[in-house]
């Protein structure tokens, strides 16, 4: 069975761009920005149609997107969340963060509490979510996906494929 990727982007082409880092598995992909040239990504700047739980959450800088044909901007120290089913960056220049999609599949296949989940989803259809983090609460996220970045890369074994699925979801209940 192959591998279906969440984000319809060409990640090996990306994972070129200095500043750009991603982990894929089926249903789920993270990726994180760090200054990234954005001429290079330039697959990024078109809308694409994603049915996924985004979380994004900006270290430094601003990043501007769409998601439900609305504009947003997010600053430093924000977290945003959509349950997005089209989605587009408009600017990541001189910005740092780490985004996170979940499809509802892999929620479901999860065990995620999905009432929890669909509640929050048809909530967030209307409107995304953005909020201010504490300094305390953002460098524990930054660490944990820096973690994920550091030891998750290449090949990975089912094991860690398993791991990542569960840590993925335990972060919907943070």
């Known amino acids: 069975m192959s591998q279906q990727y969440l984000i319809p982007y060409s990640t090996e082409q990306l994972e070129k ?3 750009f880092k991603a982990i894929n598995i089926s249903g789920a992909s ?5 200054d990234v040239d954005e001429s290079l990504l ?7 149609r994603i049915n996924a739980l985004v979380i994004l959450v900006c270290v430094k800088g601003r ?8 504009e ?3 600053g430093a120290g924000q977290f945003f969340i959509s349950s997005a089913s089209v989605f587009q ?3 990541l220049a001189n910005s740092e963060c780490y985004m996170l999609a979940l499809s509802s599949d ?9 009432r929890f989940v669909m509640r929050m ?6 409107n995304a979510y953005i909020t201010d983090m504490s300094t305390e609460k953002l460098y524990e996220i930054c660490g944990l996906y820096n973690s994920l970045l550091s030891d998750y890369t290449g090949e990975l074994s089912e094991y860690k494929v398993c791991a990542l699925r569960h840590i993925y979801c335990s972060t919907i209940y943070r």
């Not at 993270?30 to 760090?34: A, R």
């Not at 330039?42 to 694409?48: H, I, K, Q, T």
């Not at 990043?63 to 609305?70: E, F, G, I, K």
């Open 72 to 74: 947003y901007t997010i």
């Open 106 to 114: 892999f929620l479901a296949n999860m065990n995620v509490d999905i």
């Open 89 to 91: 960056f408009r600017s």
């Open 42 to 48: 330039s697959e990024l700047m078109y809308p694409c």
């Open 17 to 19: 761009v200095a500043g």
């Open 30 to 34: 993270m990726m994180y920005f760090n």
């Open 121 to 126: 989803i048809a909530q967030l259809r209307a």
């Open 63 to 70: 990043v501007s997107l769409s998601s439900h044909m609305s």
